[in-house]
């Protein structure tokens, strides 16, 4: 029987993205292993980075999407936040630009 764990079902197989639900490579993420996002332009797989909040994302819009989806539901926080909290949308965009110097070309 599931378990609900922070509306994630445990007994999940496959590694999801946070942010769009997108199938990767790899270990859910509860496991503590690794998920991978394919890039077929040039690098093959490349490591899915983590949300701020936890889970893998595929993309940076996912990262963002995942993380203000969470925020929503925190105290002090509510439905109609349209922006990440303090300084996380800069965190954010510098984890995505070092990814993408590392995988220059890369579809991310």
């Not at 922070?6 to 859910?28: I, N, Y």
């Not at 332009?41 to 949300?51: D, E, N, Q, V």
């Amino acid at each position: 029987m599931p378990q609900d764990c922070g509306g994630a079902d445990v007994t999940e197989d496959a590694a999801k993205c946070r942010g769009c639900g997108r199938t990767l490579h790899g270990s859910p993420y509860h496991t503590g292993k690794p998920a991978w996002i394919s890039d077929s332009k040039r690098h093959g797989l490349i490591r899915a980075p983590r949300c701020h909040y936890g889970g893998h994302v595929c993309s940076e819009s996912c990262d963002r999407r995942a993380c203000l989806d969470l925020e929503r539901t925190m105290p002090g926080h509510g439905d109609g936040q349209s922006r990440l909290d303090g300084n996380l949308d800069r965190k954010i965009s510098v984890k995505w630009e070092e990814l993408r110097r590392d995988y220059p070309g890369a579809d991310l």
